[in-house]
């Protein structure tokens, strides 16, 4: 009889508020840009499921919106309920702390969804980098780790500690047949892989989000989504066709800009990325209108 190949396998989810580095540590983990990132709160609206694999086994992190305490408008409470949906599912929970930035209420309502979790728990201090003289809250945070089985310090930005937090995981993962792991639906259904790229309309249009985000006011990316109408390639170029969607005709005005100004900023940086993604010539044709239902359908569940 042969012998049965086993390997670590397991969900793991990252948890943390907004803004404290979740969707930067995933790119810095799968070693690729798999989800958007922005110094505003709520970049992340959706969880997003990814594959990571190597010799140890195979992962299914979830990167998940920021929790926030208090929540008054439509959009808000809707992404508010994505992480504790995805928090059941996982055997191991990395909870990202901001350590550069001082302890709010808002780490309570992490800590409550933690609390209620049986699965394995990682406590990470993030953005070490930036946790300098004034900036280094640590102390802060330090009370909270009898909540947790492990405790590290990373840099997600600049990568370093992620291969450390990486052993961690897997060191608290189950050991599962091969075979049943290449048989998990879920794991088939994600392609074992990254399915992310020109060929997909969410990323692409996540891609044109993030821009919008780096070039608009604070109060505006909360009020638009981005919706790609077509991706088609030509022989010398890929055509995507996108749309801008927003509430008010106030906030149209501020993402056109004046003369266009915004929109090309926008529409330029997108289509930077994009090239360099594909490693295409990409051209971008990008419009603003306004919906005012675009809430309900692009955060439908
Ligand atoms: N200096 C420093 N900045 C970081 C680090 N990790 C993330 N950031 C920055 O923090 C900001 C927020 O990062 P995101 O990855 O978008 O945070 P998030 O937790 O996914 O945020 P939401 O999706 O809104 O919940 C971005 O400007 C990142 O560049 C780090 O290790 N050091
Ligand atoms: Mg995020």
Do not use: C
Not at 28 to 38: E, F, G, L
Not at 73 to 85: M, S
Not at 204 to 226: C, G, M, Q
Not at 235 to 249: D, Y
């Amino acid at each position: 009889m042969t012998e049965r190949i086993k390997k670590k396998f397991g969900r793991v989810v990252i948890l943390g508020r907004p803004n404290t580095g979740k969707s930067t540590l995933l790119n810095a983990i799968m070693n690729q840009k798999v989800a958007i990132t922005s110094p505003l709160p709520q970049t992340t609206r959706k969880n997003s499921r990814v594959v990571y694999g190597d010799e140890r086994g195979k992962i299914i992190f979830s990167d998940t919106p920021g929790i926030i305490g208090k929540v008054d408008d439509l959009v808000g409470r809707k992404i508010n309920l994505e992480a504790p949906k995805e928090s059941n599912r996982a055997q191991v929970m990395v909870v990202l702390m901001d350590i550069s930035r001082e302890k709010t209420e808002e780490e309570n309502k992490v800590i409550s969804i933690v609390r209620k979790s049986g699965a394995k728990k990682v406590l990470v201090y993030n953005k070490i980098d930036q946790a300098i003289g004034s900036k280094d809250h640590l102390a802060e945070y330090n009370y909270l780790e009898e909540e947790f089985d492990k405790v590290i310090s990373i840099s997600a930005l600049k990568g370093k500690y992620v291969k450390g937090l990486l052993s961690i995981i897997f060191k608290m993962l189950p050991e599962v047949d091969d075979e049943e792991i290449e048989k998990d639906a879920e794991l088939m259904a994600l392609g074992g892989g990254i399915v992310i790229g020109m060929g997909s309309e969410e990323f692409v249009s996540e891609i044109i989000r993030e821009k919008a985000y780096l070039f608009l006011r604070k109060e505006v990316p909360y009020s638009l989504t981005v919706e790609v109408d077509s991706i088609r390639d030509k022989e010398k170029m890929i055509v995507v066709k996108a749309k801008i969607l927003t509430n008010a005709e106030r906030y149209k005005k501020m993402i056109i800009g004046k003369n266009g100004k915004k929109i090309k900023e926008i529409g330029f940086n997108a289509r930077k990325e994009l090239e360099l993604m594909s490693a295409r010539k990409v051209f971008l044709e990008l419009t603003v209108e306004v919906d005012r239902h675009w809430a309900e359908r692009a955060l439908a569940a």
